[in-house]
């Protein structure tokens, strides 16, 4: 199956992903998982039976795997709906979703755990099945993004860079303006940093990434340094003093007003 682009469409990509299943118990250990999730996840290192779940994952992932688990409690059985969140792991991006497990008389007996490894859907130059791979990243590389994963009602949907004016970090996540407006990614502003376009996405305050696609105006208000941005209404930006410089030399502007 394929878009009228040609590029395999993501329904496609899902049915040929392997799933990784992680069982719970209700205190948040892990009972049992099946094959792909011990070959994904550093079950040798980490030792995680009978271990909190989030003995996985670094600090920034283990808050947002104990806000998804939080959040799938306060679901009652009959809102089956699973809670669903992205991860980023050193060369992997894994979607998850957990969903509460309950007994005949509706009480918690533990969770589970289901992960996609999207990083096809949305890395630069990844393959889809049955299509030469790209060659892998260097030492100390990450796979570029071509597609930013976004969370909304419980469903992840893919938009390509080429669409995001820039990004906002709202602590662990991020919130994205796209052509279509605001929408939201968990994965942090250093994750997407690390693995968009440097040449493109340019971080010019620690809480804004831009596309320098989508830049309109340098100017100052208020006696400051912004960006008016692409969009409607069109948006301001602030930049750091320690980025102008590069900023101007990006843009291609010689002085300032």
Not at 167 to 187: D, K, M
Request: glycine fraction near 6%.
């Amino acid at each position: 199956m394929t878009t009228p682009q040609g590029s395999v469409s993501a329904l496609y990509l899902f049915e040929k992903f392997e799933v990784g299943v992680v069982h719970l118990d209700a205190q948040r250990k892990v009972l049992a998982m099946n094959d792909f999730a011990r070959r994904i996840l550093p079950v040798s290192d980490r030792r995680p039976f009978d271990a909190l779940v989030t003995s996985f994952h670094p600090p920034r992932s283990a808050a947002k795997v104990s806000f998804l688990l939080d959040q799938a409690s306060a679901c009652p059985v009959a809102a089956a709906m699973p809670m669903t969140m992205i991860i980023n792991i050193p060369e992997q991006v894994l979607l998850i979703k957990v969903t509460r497990l309950a007994g005949e008389d509706g009480q918690t007996t533990g969770f589970a755990l289901v992960f996609y490894d999207v990083t096809q859907l949305v890395v630069q130059g990844e393959a889809p099945a049955g299509a030469t791979p790209a060659s892998p990243p260097g030492p100390g590389e990450k796979r570029q993004l071509a597609r930013i994963p976004l969370v909304a009602n419980h469903r992840v949907t893919f938009v390509d860079t080429a669409q995001v004016l820039f990004l906002e970090s709202q602590a662990h996540y991020t919130r994205v303006l796209t052509t279509s407006g605001f929408q939201f990614c968990n994965l942090s502003i250093g994750d997407l940093e690390a693995r968009l376009d440097a040449q493109r996405f340019v971080r010019v305050h620690r809480c804004f990434i831009v596309n320098l696609d989508a830049v309109l105006e340098l100017g100052r208000r208020e006696g400051k340094v912004q960006l008016r941005m692409r969009g409607e209404p069109a948006t301001w930006v602030p930049v750091s003093r320690a980025e102008v410089a590069r900023l101007r030399s990006l843009l291609g502007v010689q002085r300032m007003a």
